[in-house]
């Protein structure tokens, strides 16, 4: 999203759908429904709807539900997929245990 | 701090060609791997490539790897496995963790060759236990010797999708389907084709509804999608199962690249976030270099070029070689890769229904929505011919690069030509010895052997067989046809195994002569 | 709709995201302008989620305290967001002799403002929390501190006030503020213009560079910060905990995971390349520190460290002020990275300067121009 966006912009009634129980994020069991309400509440970028869901923040660091979280934001501000930026990437790349990363071999 | 000249992030084909290329012009080379086995998606593949001659065609994927392992240990490539990098920092520093800590290393190029990672899809029930990604499945076939399953259902007709169905057949267990949203296969006919006169049934237009279970998965109903692909009311069908593998695309694992503040685009060309770069491989940041699925979903072949590609380059970029050299190497290495992006399945026909092949033969739907050629359409294809005594039948009916088979021959009587693309044609002013040369040399399995006179009344039908336990000669049983039917009573007449065909044996059935076109493989009598 | 409003705030971070939500319960016109992508992305998420009065200077105390009686207790019910807030006391530990009368310093100048904080022995320190090792020899506590989710805290504030029909524009890089004759109404962006009846400037360190273009200045550093999130541990503790050492901060998160700010030492001469770096040496040299003060964690997955800034002023308190050269114009600025828990009651007390009201409470220690040469 390089453009200036305005963030009271009508996405219309929130509508249920019969899968919003569906849980997209697994490690985080962050379901459709709470994803598209989160829109609605004016979440628009993944970066939001991580913090406020916790969406991709889990030991398998988005790598299963990003593009499906994407998605579904996607489609409720009926947008293409690619105007929204993925999450930042954070070291460690994969989760690693304390004391391991307190120990520098070198 | 350790320190090299090129650290290497992922010990894959793109990966280890990369390091091979560096290390042979005098580069110090690290390559770092999270796996404890090297070789990335190499070592999964048990089925032989596609592609030509030079570039590995008909060698079983897991055997390039060993030949790229040890062509790089010659080159004094060192490799770390169980090395998890876990961040690429600031002045090209590379944080791994190896062992019980953490260690820094600093190089003045790194090539990020990590690959990628399995899509998923969501539909009631993927959360269950035995909803798996194809790669996984194949993982745990052909690296751990696990069957993942008895009773498999498959989503998705790309190559991974079909490749991964005939590995999960070979590894004894049921394909009850293979499914895919799409009305026609995504991958290559011949991979279809196999499985699909295994007896797989397709369900193309068809989705998944749900995967039932309360603990794990114990079976899965589908349906059929419109052009919308909303479900059409009525269509579900029930599969009892007690796995479901996805095989429905692949991310690049990109991260490293993002984190180190490389200029990042979202491509679905790609598929998906990817770094910017150019065509050797070099991104926004001067001296951080990709290769492989990680800028952009291909496949091994073009992997191992794009990382041959990159890592001449990053000789260059540290002054091992001259402008020059790069250029002229790179130069042959993208013929190749120019070479492999051609056909039906180009990138650029990704998504298009292409009706007729280069040589004006319209391609057989059947094919593309059942995944086997109707009876009908057999005829039209170059390398269908028919003569007295025996042979050859090639059942390859799309553009493809690959052209083993033309070498194969020693009589030389399979003709391709210049264009490796082209539909294998028939000499049929060579005689055929019988030898099956060309048979075990089709990657895709798409080659028969035929007796059309083979006795009175009887044809014969060599066929290639990656199955275990062989049938014995002798041994009664049912010949089946493209679809996987019964079509006829079969008698095993020979079996051939020898060291050049590589573990594809040569089963010869003998069938009523009116089957010679039809019968395409063998059931033994239950 | 266009670009005019009754208050423009230049800043989508918590302290312009809780001013636009109290000033919209006053029925005022709110537009935010937000540089970035996403609402909240400084400091406002880059933070230990600390809720504390300890520790806090004496003039910035008040506000503190005000917030921890009056506004944290309510807010999620008053938000509609869970932020998660925690009175359950701040730990801070000492492990040495030189710790402790640090500790000791601390706590004697809290007392003199009135606010309950006493020193108490190792054996008090675990009897509060058993996973503490023994190397900790006493601590300050202040049951009254806490900790809330400053990502759900600042979206909620975002959510809140955009349902009270604030206006929010993200991407929207402010580059000046002019004075239109003699009066701050005006905000020039990259692309647009915006006019308000008042202009309330919370940007964070990026403050400094736009209220330069109405001459005015305020003495602060942008200075990094590092943090590291484990995976979701059981729940151990609801403490905020600090070290008089200051190796390192935190607290377990609702969530399970635990949330530990630290330092290598090197931050103020990072390197900054514009993408808020993590350090290679910062996070191990965290998980050194935390493993001498809680063991247990020695196991815990690390899933995610994260690099931010703070905006430090030269005294360590913020500006909370109108601009008397300036009129029109407030300046938020300069929290030194303690703001957030005293962000709901800044809002509140902007929204007050925003509407020219009486304040609840005494800004004078806050105004700009209390920075004067040393001799």
Excluded at chain 1, 45 to 55: A, D, G, H, S
Excluded at chain 2, 121 to 132: H, M
Excluded at chain 2, 474 to 491: F, Q
Aim: glycine share 12%; charged share 25%.
């Amino acid at each position: 999203m390089e453009n200036i966006f305005d963030r009271s912009v009508d996405l219309g009634e929130f509508v249920p759908q019969p899968d919003d129980d569906m849980i997209v994020c697994r490690c985080e069991e962050v379901t459709k429904g709470q994803i598209r309400q989160a829109v609605h509440d004016g979440m628009f970028t993944i970066t939001e709807i991580r913090r406020y869901l916790r969406t991709g923040m889990g030991l398998c660091q988005g790598q299963t539900c990003a593009k499906l979280v994407k998605r579904i934001v996607a489609n409720e501000l009926k947008v293409s997929m690619d105007v929204l930026e993925p999450a930042s990437s954070r070291a460690p790349m994969r989760p690693i245990e304390m004391e391991v990363f307190a120990r520098e071999n070198n | 701090m350790k320190r090299f000249d090129l650290i290497i992030v992922g010990a894959g084909p793109s990966g280890l060609s990369a390091a091979i290329e560096a290390a042979n012009r005098g580069m110090n080379v690290v390559v770092f791997d999270e796996n404890e086995k090297p070789g990335g998606q190499l070592f999964k593949q048990i089925h032989k490539f596609f592609g030509s001659k030079e570039h590995k065609a008909k060698v079983r994927g897991f055997v390039i790897g060993e030949q790229l392992l040890k062509e790089a240990s010659e080159a004094g490539v060192t490799v770390v496995l169980n090395a998890t990098v876990i961040g690429l920092y600031q002045d090209k520093e590379v944080v791994v963790k190896i062992g019980d800590g953490v260690e820094h290393y600093k190089a003045d190029s790194v090539l990020i060759a990590t690959g990628a990672s399995e899509n998923m899809v969501t539909f009631e029930g993927w959360t269950l236990p035995g909803v798996i990604g194809a790669g996984a499945a194949q993982t745990m076939m052909n690296l751990h010797g696990i069957k993942p399953g008895q009773k498999v259902l498959m989503l998705g007709s790309g190559n991974v999708g079909l490749v991964v169905s005939f590995q999960l057949l070979q590894a004894g267990c049921e394909v009850v389907g293979l499914v895919d949203a799409a009305p026609r296969v995504g991958g290559y006919g011949v991979h279809a084709a196999k499985i699909a006169r295994c007896g797989v049934p397709f369900y193309l237009s068809h989705t998944i509804v749900k995967a039932e279970g309360t603990d794990c998965v114990t079976g899965v109903t589908i349906a059929q999608v419109d052009k919308n692909f909303q479900f059409v009311e009525g269509s579900e069908k029930h599969f009892d199962v007690d796995t479901i593998c996805l095989a429905v695309g692949l991310s690049p694992m990109s991260q490293l690249l993002k984190m180190a503040g490389c200029k990042m685009e979202d491509n679905p060309k790609r598929g998906g976030q990817v770094p910017i770069c150019d065509e050797f491989g070099a991104t926004s940041i001067p001296g951080i270099f990709v290769a492989g699925d990680v800028s952009g979903i291909e496949e091994a072949s073009s992997a191992m070029i794009g990382g041959r590609i990159a890592g001449i380059t990053a000789a260059q970029y540290l002054g091992f070689i001259d402008k020059e050299e790069q250029l002229t190497k790179c130069e042959e290495n993208k013929k190749a890769l120019d070479g492999l992006r051609q056909g039906m399945f180009a990138p650029k026909n990704r998504g298009k229904l292409v009706e007729k092949t280069e040589e004006g033969i319209p391609v057989s739907m059947n094919l593309l929505e059942k995944g086997f050629i109707a009876n009908d359409e057999m005829e039209r294809f170059p390398g269908v011919t028919h003569k007295a005594g025996v042979h050859p039948v090639m059942e390859c009916t799309q553009n493809i690069p690959c052209n083993p088979c033309q070498d194969a021959c020693p009589k030389h009587c399979i003709k391709i030509g210049e264009k490796i693309t082209s539909l294998p044609a028939v000499d049929e002013s060579v005689d055929c010895i019988g030898c099956g040369m060309c048979v075990a040399s089709c990657s895709g399995q798409a080659i028969f052997l035929l007796d059309e006179t083979y006795e009175e009344g009887f044809a014969a039908v060599t066929l290639p067989y990656e199955f275990l336990p062989l049938p014995k000669e002798g041994e009664k049983g049912y010949g089946l046809g493209r679809d996987g039917k019964v079509v006829c009573e079969a008698e095993v007449v020979q079996v051939k195994t020898a060291k050049a065909f590589d573990h594809t044996n040569l089963l010869t059935i003998k069938v009523p002569a009116d089957m010679a076109m039809k019968a395409r493989f063998y059931k033994k009598e239950a | 709709m266009g670009n005019t409003a009754d208050v423009i705030i230049i800043g989508g971070g918590i302290i312009g995201c809780a001013t636009a939500y109290y000033l919209a319960k006053k029925n005022v016109s709110v537009i935010v302008l937000e540089k970035d992508k996403s609402i909240g992305n400084g400091g406002s998420s880059r933070n230990g989620g600390g809720v504390r009065q300890s520790g806090r200077d004496p003039r910035e105390l008040p506000l503190a305290m005000y917030a921890v009686e009056h506004m944290w207790p309510t807010l999620s019910e008053e938000l509609g967001v869970d932020v998660e807030y925690h009175k359950e006391g701040n730990l801070r530990l000492g492990k040495t002799k030189k710790h402790l009368e640090i500790l000791q310093g601390l706590t004697d100048k809290a007392q003199a403002c009135g606010l309950k904080v006493n020193m108490i022995d190792a054996n008090e320190v675990k009897r509060i929390n058993p996973y503490l090792s023994d190397e900790v020899i006493g601590a300050s506590w202040c049951p009254t501190d806490g900790h809330a989710n400053p990502l759900t805290a600042t979206l909620g504030f975002y959510k809140a006030a955009r349902a009270l029909g604030v206006r929010f524009y993200t991407g929207e890089d402010v580059i000046a503020i002019k004075k239109i004759k003699g009066i701050a109404n005006t905000v020039v962006t990259k692309k647009n213009v915006y006019t308000g009846g008042k202009i309330i400037l919370a940007s964070g360190y990026a403050s400094r560079k736009i209220a330069a273009t109405v001459g005015i200045d305020v003495p602060m550093q942008n200075v990094l910060i590092e943090a590291l999130v484990t995976e979701a541990e059981p729940k151990m503790f609801n403490q905020m905990l600090g070290t008089a050492d200051a190796d390192f901060y935190g607290h377990q998160t609702n969530h399970g995971s635990f949330v530990f700010g630290g330092a290598s030492g090197y931050e103020e001469m990072n390197k900054d390349d514009g993408t808020q770096p993590t350090s290679s040496i910062t996070a191990p040299c965290i998980c050194r520190g935390i493993m001498k003060y809680i063991p247990k964690l020695a196991d815990a997955k690390i899933v995610r460290t994260w690099a931010g800034y703070e905006d430090v002023s030269a005294d360590g308190i913020p500006v909370i002020s109108k601009i008397d050269e300036v009129p029109g114009l407030i300046l938020a600025c300069g929290f030194t990275g303690h703001g957030f828990g005293i962000a709901p009651v800044v809002g509140k007390l902007l929204s007050e300067l925003g509407t020219d009201q009486q304040t609840t409470l005494d800004l004078k220690e806050f105004r700009y121009d209390r920075f004067k040469a040393v001799i």
